[in-house]
Structures are given as C-alpha cells and as structure tokens.
C-alpha cells in the first residue's frame, strides 16, 4: 500500500496539505500585487501619453524609460496570465 491517501490519489496534482494551501494563498497574494501594480503603471503611461500630447518632445532617457515601463507592464500582464492558464492561483 501506498502513504499517500486516497483523496490526494484521485485528484491528481491537486496539492491539499496546509503547505500547499498556504502556498495558493501566496500565490493569490502575488497575483493581486501584480494587478495593483499593473493598474499603478498604467495610470503612469496614460498620465506621460496626456502630458506628452500637447506637442513637447521628450529626452532621451524618457523614452527609455517610458519603453521600459511600458515593456514591464506586458510582462507583468504575460505573467499573470501565466499564472491563471496554468491553474497555480485557482
């Protein structure tokens, strides 16, 4: 016979010990941070594209800054749906 119970057995990977459960809530966690930092970045483009508009020219290192930004902000959304497609948080 094996240790490990029947439950665990018949759920697959399906990970359902107080470490696990723990880890899901971290997961959850991480991926809420993730979502309040998108929005914040975000709210960062829309306010430099407004400012921006009205015809002044920017630097140098505010483009690469702004790029760097922006290229963060689809990483974080490639991530997080990562996460969710994989079923680590849910």
Known sequence: M?????????????DLSIEGMRSQEF????????IVSILFFAVIIGTVLR????????????????????FGVLIAIVFGATQMLSGVLF
């Open 27 to 34: 997961g959850v966690g991480v991926f809420v941070f993730l």
């Open 51 to 70: 400012s921006k508009q009205s015809g002044a020219k920017m630097r140098a290192g505010e483009k690469v800054l702004f790029a760097s930004i922006i």
């Open 2 to 14: 094996s240790s490990t119970p029947v439950i665990a057995q018949n759920l697959g990977n399906i």
